[in-house]
Every structure is written in structure tokens, then in C-alpha cells.
């Protein structure tokens, strides 16, 4: 079982930025890919970034290519998701998910095995 804690999120100004970060403990995810979602209230959940297990393939949704980079340190067993040019409609609970494969492949959230608790963004304008 892997467990997944998320932190970072908090209150933001529009134009501000936010470093989320997401540990995970149970095992190591080094092989592991991995992606955050966002879920604003009455919204389904959304992918807003995903990284394969080696790091060097990432994907991102044209809503926050650009603005967002997801990055991950496997020594530290963490992924992070760098978040630039915040916009009020980035506002949301933001979670973390890992999948039992190293590529990415899809990205629809029930193609992912292990979710945390989610972190709240929130983008004032």
C-alpha cells in the first residue's frame, strides 16, 4: 500500500505562485507514475499534470501547459507541482495520485491506484 500526504496549498494572490508538494510512504514510488488533479466544488475531478516513473515524460492539460511543472525526487520519495501565474479559476483541492505502472498512459482518474487527501488552493483575484 502506498499512503500519499499532500501540502503546500494555501491562499494566493492572482499572479502568485504555489509549490505543492506530495510524500508518499508505504513504498517507494520510484517506479511509480504519478499525476495531480484538482477538483473545484460541484466539478468533477480534473488532471491538471502527470510524470512517469523516470521523470522525463510529463503531460499537462492546455488549461495550465505553461504555467504548471510537475516535477518528482524519487531519493526523497516526492512529487511536487510548481504552480505559476495563478489564475482564480485554479482554485480547487488539489490531490495527488499514483498508478502501479511506470508510464504514464492515461489520464483519467480511475486509471490511478492511490490518492491523498487533497490540499485546498485558493486564488484570489
Avoid at 520510484?30 to 523516470?54: C, H, L, N, Y
Amino acid at each position: 500500500q502506498v499512503q500519499l500526504v499532500e501540502s503546500g496549498g494555501g491562499l494566493v494572490q492572482a499572479g502568485g505562485s504555489l509549490r505543492l508538494s506530495c510524500a508518499a510512504s508505504g513504498r517507494a514510488v520510484g517506479g511509480s507514475s504519478m499525476g495531480w488533479f484538482r477538483q473545484a466544488p460541484g466539478k468533477e475531478r480534473d488532471f491538471v499534470a502527470g510524470i512517469a516513473s523516470g521523470g522525463a515524460g510529463t503531460r499537462y492539460p492546455d488549461s495550465v501547459k505553461g504555467r504548471f511543472t510537475i516535477s518528482r525526487d524519487n531519493a526523497k520519495n516526492t512529487v511536487y507541482l510548481q504552480m505559476n501565474s495563478l489564475k482564480p479559476e485554479d482554485t480547487a483541492v488539489y490531490y495527488c495520485a499514483a498508478k502501479n505502472t511506470r508510464w504514464l498512459g492515461g489520464t483519467d482518474p480511475a486509471t490511478f491506484d492511490y490518492w491523498g487527501q487533497g490540499t485546498q488552493v485558493t486564488v484570489s483575484s
